[in-house]
T-cell receptor, first 114, second 111 residues
């Protein structure tokens, strides 16, 4: 199993540009989530999904959209990039049958908005 | 809402024991997790406590006191490779159990 994969690994955008960060998992996990990590701020939840077709907002959803058309994929869209969205983005997945609710993280996407 | 507090930095020497504390305020609290993250890497799961008491996994142990809204991660026989950031994360009931993370504790292990 590849686990959780994210593309791209690095990205530089100009203010106002849009893009999609890709996330895929091959473990048949129901739950998927997007976090952003900034220095000294820990991991903050952007959006999450509890299954295909179901998404909800996390702590910092503004400026981001998600969709979950399949169990495997959970893309994150930046609508109009701003310098405040410069961050490291992690996608994670987990399954409800795991009573430890262990989150499996992808390797991250390092995004810079100039 | 949910909030977690943990020290920003802890230092220790190789072979020692270190404890990283975490206090939480979580509505509908269900459990507390711990994750390790090395520089440039992704967080990896260490442990999960849903009940009061100590859970031991090798050199690492995690403790939870639900009445005190408090937990800690105990690292024994510290090694240089344990230098990393450690995050506590709380889980709340409500359907998703997606965790909320603390800001992390940077552990520096000296020779």
């Amino acid at each position: 199993n590849a686990g959780v994969t994210q593309t791209p690994k690095f990205q530089v955008l100009k203010t106002g540009q849009s893009m999609t960060l890709q996330c895929a998992q091959d473990m048949n996990h129901e739950y998927m989530s997007w976090y952003r990590q900034d220095p000294g701020m820990g991991l903050r939840l952007i959006h999450y999904s509890v299954g295909a077709g179901i998404t909800d907002q996390g702590e910092v959803p503004n400026g981001y959209n998600v969709s979950r058309s399949t169990t495997e994929d959970f893309p994150l869209r930046l609508l109009s990039a701003a310098p405040s969205q410069t961050s490291v983005y992690f996608c994670a997945s987990s399954e409800s049958r795991d009573r430890t609710y262990e989150q499996y993280f992808g390797p991250g996407t390092r995004l810079t908005v100039t | 809402g949910q909030s977690l507090e943990q020290p920003s930095e802890v230092t220790a020497v190789e072979g020692a024991i270190v404890q990283i504390n975490c206090t939480y305020q979580t509505s509908g609290f269900y459990g507390l997790s711990w994750y390790q993250q090395h520089d440039g890497g992704a967080p990896t799961f260490l442990s999960y406590n849903a009940l009061d008491g100590l859970e031991e996994t090798g050199r690492f142990s995690s403790f939870l006191s639900r009445s005190d809204s408090y937990g800690y991660l105990l690292l024994q026989e510290l090694q240089m490779k344990d230098s990393a950031s450690y995050f506590c994360a709380s889980h709340a009931s409500g359907g998703s159990y997606i965790p909320t993370f603390g800001r992390g504790t940077s552990l520096i292990v000296h020779p």
